[in-house]
């Protein structure tokens, strides 16, 4: 079956240091992947796309990987701040053609001060 | 980034109501509207896709007749949640397309008591 997996429901990570967040499929071949920040009671924030043909994309304070072969792509977000705590959700296309988009549950990232 | 506003944020309605709720892209032409929804700590799940001026397309186990959309311009689309029931009770969010970006509104609260 078809299923997005975002490595944890919530990850703790002290102010200053490198979050990673894990995305990881099966059974799609996306031509994109997209990663998108929600707050409580928000709608989701487009932040990076991710083509099959990159490696990586970076993006101010942000990196994207996509691996196709392992079928995973990671987020980072490097020297983090207290204000990017958020929910981080993975999305990538069904590979229809249709522009729809799958997304995962999403990661709970909280930045300690 | 691009504009997108939802109307109303919040919504309590009694059971066997009707709800509509507008999503407007404020400063770009939108031809294909997804609307989602989302359970607590769930992902966003794909309700229906319209384009303007034709039918939506309901994804599996959405009922059209329940929850109707109206593409009716490039910059407005409405769902209109008929005789809501205690289960319909989540959070609705629209999402205009632009090329193969997506822009999220920032939702609408919907409590059926």
């Not at chain 1, 072969?69 to 053609?97: E, V, W």
């Not at chain 2, 939802?6 to 609307?35: N, Y």
């Not at chain 2, 007749?65 to 969010?93: C, G, M, Q, R």
Request: aromatic share 10%; proline share 4%; with cysteine.
């Amino acid at each position: 079956s078809q299923k997005i997996e975002q490595n944890s429901e919530a990850l703790n990570i002290q102010e200053g240091k490198t979050a990673t967040l894990t995305c990881n499929y099966t059974n799609y071949s996306p031509a994109y992947l997209q990663w998108y920040r929600q707050d409580p009671g928000r709608g989701p924030v487009f932040l990076l796309l991710i083509r099959e043909n990159e490696k990586e994309k970076r993006k101010e304070r942000l990196k994207v990987t996509f691996d196709t072969t392992l079928k995973q792509s990671l987020f980072h977000i490097t020297a983090s701040q207290p204000a990017d705590s958020a929910t981080y959700l993975c999305a990538l296309d069904d590979g229809t053609g249709d522009d729809k988009i799958i997304f995962g549950k999403g990661t709970r990232l909280h930045i300690l001060p | 980034g691009a504009v997108v506003s939802q109307h109303p944020s919040r919504v309590i309605c009694k059971s066997g109501t009707s709800v509509k709720i507008e999503c407007r892209s404020l400063d770009f032409q939108a031809t294909t509207m997804f609307w989602y929804r989302q359970f607590p700590k769930q992902s966003l799940m794909l309700m229906a896709t319209s384009n303007e001026g034709s039918k939506a397309t309901y994804e599996q186990g959405v009922e059209k007749d329940k929850f109707l959309i109206n593409h009716a311009s490039l910059t407005l689309s409405t769902l209109t949640v008929t005789s809501a029931h205690p289960e319909d009770s989540s959070f609705y969010i629209c999402s205009p397309s632009l090329t193969d970006t997506q822009y999220f509104g920032p939702g609408t609260r919907l409590t059926v008591l």
